[in-house]
C-alpha cells in the first residue's frame, strides 16, 4: 500500500506538472510533449512539438545544421525557467546549472512555416535510477535550447514494468476522476444558477400573484359599483320627484287666498248719482211730474 500511494502521489504530480502545448501557454515558450509521463527503463516513448524560432532564418539554420537531442535532465533548478519565464522573449536565459544530462535520442525538425516548426522524437529510456527527471530538448551538451522549448518537469521513472503499468493505470483513473470532478463541478455550478433562477422564478411569481388578487379586488368593488348604481338612481330621481311635488303644492297653498280676494284694481268702479237742485217751491225728490229713477244694474 504504501507504494502504491507513493505512485499515485508521483503519477499526480507528474499529470500536474507535464504542461499542455504551446498554442495553449500563452507565453513564448513551448513545453516539450511525452505520450507517457511514467516509465520504466526499456519502454519506448515518443514526444512531440510544435516549436518557435526567433526568426525563419533561425529555423532553418537549426533544420540544416542539426545536431539537437532529447536529454533527460535530473536535479534541474528550475527557477531557472521561472525567472525566464518572467520577461518577453529573454536572451541568454537558459543555464544547465549542476544537473546532470542524460542524451537519450537525437530531434528531427520539420519546418512548416516561417519560424514555425515540428520537433518530434522517439526512443526508448536506458538504465535510470528511479525518480524524476525534467525532459528537454537542446543542443550538444545542452549548452543552447531548441528554439523556444523550455523543460517539461514529472517525467518519472520507476523500477520496473510492472510498476510503471500500474502507475499508468492509477494516471488513467485519475484523469477519469479529474474529469468527473470537473463534470460535478459543473452540474454543481448548472445547479447552483438553477436554484437562483427557481428563487426569482419564484418571488415573481408571487409578485404577479399579488397584482392578480390586487386586479380581482378591484374587479370586485368595481363590479359592486356597478350593481348598485342603477337603485341608487333611482332612489335619486323618486326623491327629486317627491321634492319637486312637495315644493309645487307649497307654492300653490301660498298663492290661494291671494287669488280669491278681489283687490282694489279689479273692483269695478262705483258711479255717484249727483243731486239735482231744487225747484223753487218743490221739494227734492218729489212732484208730480218727476219719475222715479231707476237704479241700474251692476252688470
Not at 513551448?30 to 524560432?53: I, N, W
Not at 388578487?213 to 370586485?220: C, V
Not at 278681489?262 to 225747484?279: D, G, L, Q
Request: glycine residues 8%; hydrophobic residues 45%.
Amino acid at each position: 500500500m504504501p507504494l502504491l500511494r507513493r505512485l499515485a502521489l508521483i503519477s499526480a504530480l507528474g499529470l500536474v506538472l507535464l504542461p499542455a502545448p504551446h498554442a495553449d501557454a500563452g507565453g513564448w515558450w513551448s513545453y516539450v510533449e511525452a505520450d507517457r509521463s511514467t516509465v520504466a527503463p526499456g519502454q519506448r516513448v515518443k514526444l512531440g512539438e510544435q516549436v518557435m524560432f526567433r526568426s525563419a532564418a533561425a529555423a532553418r539554420e537549426a533544420t540544416d545544421e542539426g545536431g539537437f537531442h532529447v536529454y533527460l535532465l535530473r536535479g534541474f533548478d528550475y527557477s531557472v525557467v521561472e525567472r525566464a519565464m518572467e520577461k518577453p522573449w529573454p536572451r541568454s536565459w537558459w543555464s544547465l546549472g549542476d544537473a546532470d544530462a542524460i542524451r537519450v535520442a537525437g530531434v528531427d525538425i520539420d519546418v512548416s512555416d516561417g519560424n514555425l516548426a515540428r520537433a518530434h522524437a522517439s526512443f526508448t529510456v536506458p538504465a535510470l535510477t528511479p525518480g524524476t527527471y525534467h525532459l528537454m530538448l537542446c543542443d550538444a551538451g545542452c549548452r543552447r535550447p531548441l528554439a523556444d522549448v523550455i523543460p517539461a518537469a514529472g517525467f518519472t521513472v520507476v523500477a520496473d514494468p510492472a510498476t510503471a503499468r500500474l502507475a499508468e493505470r492509477v494516471e488513467r483513473l485519475e484523469v477519469r476522476l479529474r474529469r468527473r470532478s470537473s463534470r460535478v463541478a459543473h452540474v454543481r455550478a448548472l445547479a447552483g444558477r438553477a436554484h437562483v433562477v427557481a428563487r426569482r422564478a419564484r418571488v415573481e411569481l408571487g409578485r404577479l400573484q399579488a397584482r392578480m388578487e390586487a386586479l380581482e379586488r378591484r374587479a370586485g368593488r368595481a363590479e359592486a359599483e356597478r350593481a348598485s348604481r342603477p337603485a341608487d338612481e333611482a332612489g335619486w330621481l323618486l326623491a327629486g320627484g317627491l321634492a319637486g311635488a312637495l315644493v309645487a303644492l307649497t307654492l300653490r297653498r301660498r298663492r290661494s287666498p291671494a287669488e280669491t280676494a278681489p283687490t282694489p284694481a279689479s273692483a269695478p268702479p262705483r258711479r255717484t248719482r249727483r243731486a239735482r237742485p231744487a225747484s223753487a217751491g218743490r221739494p227734492s225728490g218729489s212732484g208730480p211730474g218727476r219719475r222715479p229713477a231707476r237704479r241700474r244694474a251692476r252688470a
